[in-house]
């Protein structure tokens, strides 16, 4: 027979793991941040089978410090510059603990519709934040969904898109378009989705697409047989936060009937203040959009959100439906199922972090977060720009810092080895073309000023 933990037990268990991760919010900063563990070594410390005999819930945390703590980088810190923030924060991180404790399966509307409606209101919410096309709202003909991540919500749109056209040419014929900045999540998106051509075209000095190249791609693969279907554009690509022209390359996009995707996974969160509006300039016009919360909102991963203009085509692509599914509420077509909006069937109950941490700090503590952060990016760039030793890489729209050391590749490369080999910061060397070049980003939760003066005293010690 099963032993279950009584609820009495659970309670107290589950005080422990609260008291543990309260305690880690107020250590993190002090540990080494980045694992340092070889190959296997976590593997290691435990045993190669299963126990046959129940284990106590005292060894299990026990095992948290002695067995997986050495193998953690601490993305929690706020020394946390490398690649983009993983944000977490107490209310989405209890929030994730309710919607464990419901476990509810949202995949129908009659399978939990509190799952659906909130997250139906919640993201009709963030269309208001973020400055969105009203259309977008669950009330109009579009709408929005919660997937796993940007990678996702880009496949379903390529999916969608390949769909639209699938009586005008055979996958392999149809290209989608992005800029040579863009994601990997689109070129494998293209693999999964089967579409035969994903093509990259060269950007401007500040990284962002051509649409006049864009223009000049399509035309010769047109003249060869071949079908465009997409284009992707980036409000803020990963190497450098570089802007596409949404506006120019959607008159490119509509001219040649093609599905236009917006991929502002990271930048995303930034419209929530008025004055980065102008970077999303012509988002009305496009097809569909997707941003993580999960990056720089302070919502746990997983919580990607994907919005369509027009939910029939996607919901067109996406529904199946088996007889045991059938329900009289989805038959009224007066709800939404939202397994009809992406690939899986399961969902979780993701809404709740997201409705959480929204409610949390309001509106207004989240613009104020991401302005912060901004101005602390600011100021480092300013450092790094007075400073002869530096150069600046890429513009800096939201609160990433390219810089270089002027010295050259080996030089900049060195800086970065040896920043991160302090144990006290974290931050990701990169390179574009020939040009090595360290990312700063500055959006850990609990990252302020003190952090990122003690990164620059640290910059500038090690250069
Ligand atoms: C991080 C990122 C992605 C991938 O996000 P996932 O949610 O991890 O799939 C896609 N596009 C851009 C521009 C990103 O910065």
């Known amino acids: 027979m099963a032993r279950h933990m009584t609820p009495e037990e659970f309670r107290n268990n589950g005080y422990q793991i609260v008291d543990w991760i ?16 070889d190959a296997g070594e976590i593997a ?84 208001d934040m973020l400055a969105l096309p009203e259309s977008w709202k669950s009330t109009g003909p579009g709408g929005g969904v919660i997937q796993m991540s940007a990678s996702d919500a880009t496949h379903a749109a390529l999916v969608v898109a390949r769909h639209r056209r699938r009586g005008d040419a055979s996958a392999e014929d149809m290209v989608v378009y992005v800029s040579d900045q863009a994601h990997s999540s689109i070129e494998k998106g293209c693999t999964v989705a089967g579409i035969g051509h994903c093509r990259k075209i060269a950007t401007d000095s500040e ?61 995303g ?14 988002v009305e016009l496009v097809d569909s959009y997707t941003f993580n919360p ?9 919580c990607n959100v994907l919005w369509v203009a027009d939910r029939a085509p996607l919901i067109d692509t996406m529904s199946i439906l088996p007889p045991y599914l059938r329900n009289e ?41 991401v302005r912060s952060h901004v ?35 080996d030089a900049t490369r060195d800086l970065a080895e040896a920043l991160n080999d302090s144990g006290d910061v974290a931050v990701t060397p990169s390179v574009i073309g020939e040009r090595w070049f360290i990312r700063v980003s ?10 990122v003066d003690y990164l620059w005293e640290l910059i500038d010690r090690l250069a």
């Open 22 to 37: 309260a305690r880690y919010m107020e250590e993190v900063e002090n540990y080494p941040i980045l694992s340092r563990v």
């Open 44 to 127: 290691a410390r435990m045993p190669a089978s299963a126990p046959e005999q129940p284990e106590t819930f005292d060894t299990l945390i026990a095992d948290l410090d002695r067995v997986v703590m050495p193998g953690i980088t601490h993305w929690q810190s706020p020394n946390w510059f490398a690649y983009f923030p993983a944000n977490t924060s107490p209310p989405s991180i209890l929030a994730e603990f309710a919607a464990a404790g419901l476990g509810v399966q949202g995949m129908l509307w009659s399978t939990s519709p509190a799952a659906t409606e909130v997250e139906s209101r919640v993201l009709d919410w963030l269309v």
């Open 207 to 267: 990284f962002a697409l051509d649409a006049d190249r864009l223009e000049s791609q399509i035309v010769e693969d047109l003249a060869a047989g071949l079908l465009p279907i997409a284009v992707v554009s980036a409000v803020g690509t990963t190497a450098t936060t570089a802007v596409d022209p949404v506006r120019a390359i959607d008159a490119v996009a509509k001219r040649h009937m093609m599905w236009h995707h917006v991929d502002a996974a990271y930048a």
């Open 269 to 282: 969160t930034a419209m929530v203040c008025p004055e980065f509006r102008p970077f999303q300039d012509g």
């Open 294 to 302: 999960h990056k720089w909102m302070m919502v746990n991963f997983d």
């Open 329 to 369: 509420a989805s038959d009224s077509g007066a709800v939404i199922d939202y397994r009809d909006w992406h690939v899986p069937l399961g969902r979780r109950f993701r809404a709740l972090k997201l409705w959480w941490v929204i409610r949390s700090y309001g509106v207004e503590g989240i613009r104020s977060f």
């Open 375 to 409: 101005l602390l990016a600011n100021d480092l760039a300013a450092r790094i720009e007075a400073d002869d030793r530096f150069e600046i890489t890429a513009p800096h729209p939201f609160a990433l810092v390219c810089f270089a050391h002027t010295d050259g590749n």
């Open 442 to 451: 500055i959006g850990q939760t609990y990252t302020e000023r003190s952090h």
